[in-house]
């Protein structure tokens, strides 16, 4: 059992930016599928970004395409959600998630607790 934890969340100005991180229990981990999605209040829960099993391919929404960068720190465990130039729409809680064959399709295997992100205008 996969446990997943993120750290890194609070509040920004509009522009500012935030770096997250989730770092698992397990180093089979690193060989899983990652991915970061967020729920903002009354909103349904979306994707953001993910990462495919090593092969290392990124896939990112098209909200936040040239503005977050999602990355993997092996040695750590770590995967990271950088954002850049964050916007009040940005608000919202990101949850990491990973799955052994993909979190692009169907729901992830396992899911971090989530860590509020607030953007003020």
């Known amino acids: 059992q996969v446990q997943l934890g993120e750290s890194g969340g609070g509040l920004v100005q509009a522009g500012g930016s935030l770096r997250l991180s989730c770092a698992a229990s397990?180093?089979?981990?690193?060989?899983?599928?990652t991915g970061w999605f967020r729920q903002a209040p009354g909103n349904a829960r979306e994707f953001v970004a993910a990462l495919s099993r090593p092969g290392g391919n990124t896939y990112y929404a098209d909200s936040v395409k040239g503005r977050f960068t999602i990355s993997r720190d092996n040695p750590k465990n770590t995967v990271y959600l950088q954002m850049n130039s964050l916007r009040p729409e940005d608000t919202a809680v990101y949850y990491c998630a990973a799955d052994p064959l993909t979190v692009t399709q169907g729901t992830p295997a396992y899911w971090g607790q989530g860590t509020q992100v607030t953007v003020s205008s």
């Open positions: 397990e180093r089979t981990f690193m060989s899983y599928s």
